[in-house]
């Protein structure tokens, strides 16, 4: 691994991706029922709302046990990828790989917040009605702390052309999970990370040999 001593700039990254995804988060449970969806780009892009106790995508652990489980795996995630991002950035790692962490840990938190607060902090939405802050509701907040359900909005919708070889995908959506910039950032944290993985992980070159004149 090539050493670096460019700044990364990691945590605004962090701070950015939280703010921009608790933003989105928050606009779309007060004001969005579920299951309600605002088309963007038709046939290509849509807003609808969903909630998911799940993981990225809407993957999920069954039970109240396997939401607690999931809810802790993030925290200890989390935990180690910011002591291990203090600790490459002291290293000189390279700046690309501490952007991409960075993107990944903001990701993780991101969810985070929702699985930890939202069920204290919200009433619960329904079909019919968008979710409150849970002071200003009669039926109070949702679920215990650890328990909340992540909220889920971007969906894209383009489908499977006339021409593909594989005709049971035909006319189904390429990528049918509903997602939020929480998965965004780790996807694009994770596949930066793939892609460019030899260039920042690869063994250091030694240095030339020095000669003498």
Not at 62 to 83: D, M, Q
Not at 98 to 116: C, E, K, P, Y
Not at 140 to 163: C, E, K, Q
């Amino acid at each position: 691994m090539s050493s670096d001593k460019r700044p990364a700039y990691a945590a605004w990254i962090v701070a950015a991706v939280l703010v921009l995804d608790q933003a989105v988060k928050v606009g779309i449970k007060l004001s969005f029922a579920l299951a309600e969806k605002v088309t963007w780009i038709p046939g290509v892009f849509d807003i609808q709302f969903i909630e998911n106790d799940g993981m990225a995508f809407g993957w999920a652990l069954p039970g109240t046990t396997g939401k607690y489980v999931l809810t802790a795996f993030r925290i200890v995630a989390v935990v180690f990828l910011s002591i291990h991002l203090r600790n490459i950035s002291r290293t000189g790692s390279p700046r690309g790989f501490r952007q991409a962490l960075a993107l990944i840990l903001a990701g993780a938190a991101g969810n985070i917040v929702d699985s930890v607060f939202y069920g204290r902090l919200f009433s619960r939405s329904s079909f019919a009605h968008p979710g409150t802050w849970s002071w200003q509701s009669e039926w109070g907040s949702y679920a215990p702390w650890f328990r909340g359900n992540v909220v889920d909005m971007l969906h894209i919708t383009v489908h499977w052309p006339s021409w593909w070889p594989v005709e049971g995908w035909v006319g189904h959506e390429i990528f049918p999970p509903i997602f939020n910039i929480a998965d965004v950032a780790i996807t694009v944290g994770v596949a930066w990370i793939v892609l460019k993985q030899k260039h920042w992980l690869g063994p250091v070159s030694p240095p030339s040999p020095h000669v003498s004149e």
